[in-house]
Structure formats: C-alpha cells, structure tokens
C-alpha cells in the first residue's frame, strides 16, 4: 500500500533538503528520497554539493592553503618550519570526516523537522488526478503518494565527447577529490571554478598544473578587471593557464593520459600528464526520474522545463537546483527550494536573481554579485566605479595578504548599487555585504557612509564606495 504525504521531494542535495525541512516547518507531510551512499553504503544526503563538490572541495583547499603556508608564509611571521611533510592520507581522511559530518547533520535536521527519508532512488510511475506516484528503488522498496512533487535531482558533470570519466587516469569533480597521490603532471581542462579550485589544490601539493581553456578570455563571467588581476596571481603562483585551445586527440594509457591540442597561435602540442581533471560544465540529472511516466516537460537541454515559481507544465509538480534554468549554484537551489515550499502554504516565495552571490575559492578568492562593468557597458547603463585595494587595508597587511581590491559599479545618476567585485582574502565573506544592500536597493553612498569596524578586511568596501565619489581616505 502506497504511503500518503502532501510534500515528496525527489533529491536531499541542498535544494532538496531544504526544501523538505522548509515544507515540514510549514506543516506539510513531507518525504525526501536521496540516493547517495557513503562508503559503507548508509544514507548520504547532501547530494553533489556536500558529497563530491562545495564541502570536500573546500576541506582540501583550507588544507592545501595550511600547507604552503607553511612551506612559504610562515617564515615572514618568525615561525619557523622544519622538515615539513605532507600526510595526503590524512588530508584525505580529513575531507572525509568533514563530508560525514554534513551528511549526518541532514540526517538530523530531517529527524528534527519530522521529515521521512528514504534512501533510494525516485522515479515517476504516474499521475493521478491532483496526486503523483512515486516508487522509491534502493536496499527496500517503496511506492509513495503525493499531492506536490519538488523534483531537485541536480546534475552531472559534462563529459568530452569520445572520453569518459574513469576517476582514475581522466577525472570529474569526484576522482579530483580523491586523488591518492600527488601528480607531477596535472592536466585540466576548463578554466572554470572546479578547474580553477581543484587545480589550485594540487598545484599548492606540489603538482606541474597545465590549464587549458577553449575560450579566448579568461573567466568571462567575471569582471574584466577583476578577470585580469586573477590571471596575473594564478599565473605568479605557478599555475600554467592557457586559453584559446582547441582540445584534440585524448589517449589514457595504463599510468597516464595523452592530450593533444592546438594553442592560440595555431600550434600543435602534445603532452602527457599523469592525471587529468575534465571540468567543461554540468548537465541535468534527469536519468531515471521517468518523467515521461507522467508527461513531465524537459527543455531541449534537458532542464526541466519550469516558470519564474519554479512550476513546470503539470498542476503540483515543481523543481529547482541545478535541473532548472538558472546559475548551478548550491545557495541558489536552497534559495529556490525555501520559495517553492512557502508557494505550497500560499505564502510568497522569493528569489531575486540579481543578488545571487558568485564565489570562486581560490586563493586569493574571487567573489561578486550584480552586474559586471562589461554588462553595463553593453547594455548601454551610465555608472560610476570605485576601487580600493588590498594593500592598503591595514588588516589584510596584518593578514600578509594583500593582492586584490574590492570594485563598486553604481548608477551615475541614482548611485543605486549595480554591481559589486572583489578579489582578495575572505571574499566570500565581504560579498555579503553588498548583497544585503543590493537587495536593499542601497546606493554607495549609504555603504560609504555606514562604519566599518578597524582594523578590519571590511574597510575595503566602505572604501572602494568611497572611492565610486572619488573620496577614499586611505588609497
């Protein structure tokens, strides 16, 4: 007999989840269905983000930054290193620990917030009326009944034609996590954020790491000026980025993997590396989900088709994360899961795309929200622009850190806050602050005339909108 509830959601990855507690805060019967497996076998919701993507990543890449520092920093601040050594084992184990504890911490938060789970597989067997039949396919089976389906089944990563993923010679996002050894030779391909990230983690343990980028610009989606100050320190710290490559032949031998390319210029290279990481993008995940058990509309990308509420073509069916339209970002599906399950309740559901946050965690990290100057440019929109970098933050000089700058775009004519860019240390905390203005509708004016703690890395955006009215008082 099927199990009744008002709220199934297919996916426990951050869009997922939340959208579950959300649902049963609200009062709804609510099921969340998840497949992922620790290496035991037991449940490991969180999907991609917590399991092989934002969590692990960012465990190695702290790690990875402990290390140089030791091997390069530390002797600036008289602490003196010797025999330094590095326990890959252990680095390992930790990422490890700290996915666990986030996987466990789901599974508490659906115990807290009286939320099923069942650890399987969902697919759709079909619709009935105003309700929808879901079977559940793991260790037991299930069917489940529900009035609202949120499907939240994220995505894949993109693979190169011809070549797949073996997670030991060619990587995604998963083997790069999970490498048992430093390569020498490091190939990646894509010069986007998990190329960037996981690049730069292996590059700091030692590896040769060699970019190559199919586009001619580098981080196109960023901020040219911002763009250009991370190409500048990537390639000071070591890192081999070229772009404008056209990607040919990819050959895995039994301990390594050839690549053939063609450089900007026209000529051909050759070169082996010991591992190479594929980071070319992500694709829906909608294998398995039977969506047309029950006529559910998948766009000619395989995104599930869905509206500005997230509502796709059938009355209760609703999805969000990376399956959907939009940036595949983590805070942007629990933005969208949150939305959806107040929609339920009747309640008003928000999300602002143009206060979505961007972070790249490299270091130094790169963050922003709103518009780029290329975009107001394009678009034809006067603005005004202030910049204060890092070196003149006594904080980021107390830090030993001081590459970077923060950049403020504003309205010339109403100073309302269009965009904000930062590169430097802790940018992915001082975006914060500009997305609660943007939101806000503030204008640089009110962040220039708000205090700022000192000595504090957060002076630098009361001074680069000081800057928008050429006033900055330290630079």
Not at 7 to 35: H, M, S
Not at 270 to 296: M, Q, W, Y
Not at 400 to 409: A, H, I, N, R, W
Request: hydrophobic share 40%; charged share 20%; with cysteine.
């Amino acid at each position: 007999m099927a199990k009744e509830f008002d709220v199934i959601v297919i996916g426990g990855g951050p869009g997922g989840y939340i959208a579950a507690i959300r649902a049963a805060q609200l009062g709804f019967k609510t099921a969340c269905i998840d497949d992922w497996k620790n290496e035991k076998g037991g449940p490991a919701p969180g999907g991609t983000c917590t399991n092989v993507g934002c969590i692990p990543s960012k465990a190695l890449l702290q790690s990875s930054e402990h290390y140089e520092h030791a091997g390069h920093a530390f002797a600036e601040h008289g602490i003196e290193v010797k025999g330094l050594g590095l326990n890959l084992g252990q680095m390992l184990s930790r990422k490890d620990t700290v996915v666990k504890q986030n996987n466990d911490g789901i599974l508490f938060l659906f115990k807290k917030n009286k939320v099923t789970f069942f650890h399987g597989s969902g697919s759709f067997v079909k619709g009935e009326g105003q309700a929808y039949s879901v079977k559940v396919s793991g260790a037991t089976e299930d069917t489940l009944t529900g009035k609202h389906i949120i499907v939240a089944t994220g995505s894949n990563p993109r693979a190169l034609p011809g070549v797949a993923f073996d997670e030991k010679l060619v990587l995604s996002n998963t083997g790069a996590l999970n490498i048992n050894a430093v390569p020498k030779k490091l190939g990646v391909i894509g010069a986007g954020v998990i190329g960037l990230e996981m690049g730069s983690v292996w590059r700091r343990l030692g590896a040769e790491v060699t970019v190559l980028e199919a586009l001619p610009t580098f981080l196109g989606a960023v901020d040219e000026q911002i763009a250009k100050e991370a190409h500048k320190l990537f390639t000071k710290q070591g890192l081999s980025i070229n772009l404008g490559v056209k990607i040919g032949a990819i050959t895995p031998g039994k301990k390594d993997v050839t690549v053939e390319y063609t450089d900007d210029k026209g000529a051909s290279h050759k070169t082996v590396f010991d591992k190479l990481i594929v980071s070319i993008g992500r694709v829906p995940n909608t294998n398995g989900l039977n969506a047309e058990a029950i006529g559910l509309k998948l766009d000619d990308r395989g995104f599930v088709a869905v509206d500005g509420d997230c509502k796709t073509n059938l009355p209760n069916v609703w999805a969000v994360g990376d399956v959907v339209r939009g940036p595949m970002l983590a805070h942007k599906a629990e933005e969208e899961g949150v939305a959806v399950a107040e929609r339920i309740a009747d309640q008003h559901g928000h999300v602002n795309f143009n206060t979505i946050p961007w972070v790249i965690y490299t270091s130094p990290e790169i963050a922003w929200v709103g518009k780029t100057e290329q975009q107001l440019k394009n678009e034809g929109i006067a603005y005004k622009a202030g910049t204060f970098p890092f070196m003149a933050n006594g904080r980021a000089r107390a830090l030993g850190d001081t590459s970077g700058m923060v950049k403020f775009l504003a309205d010339a004519k109403s100073d309302e806050i269009l965009g904000v860019h930062v590169i430097g240390p802790m940018a992915s905390e001082l975006i914060a602050e500009a997305v609660v203005a943007m939101e806000f509708r503030a204008s640089s004016e009110d962040i220039a005339r708000i205090c700022h703690a000192h000595p504090s890395l957060s002076e630098a955006t009361k001074e680069a909108a000081l800057a928008v009215d050429k006033r900055s008082l330290n630079f």
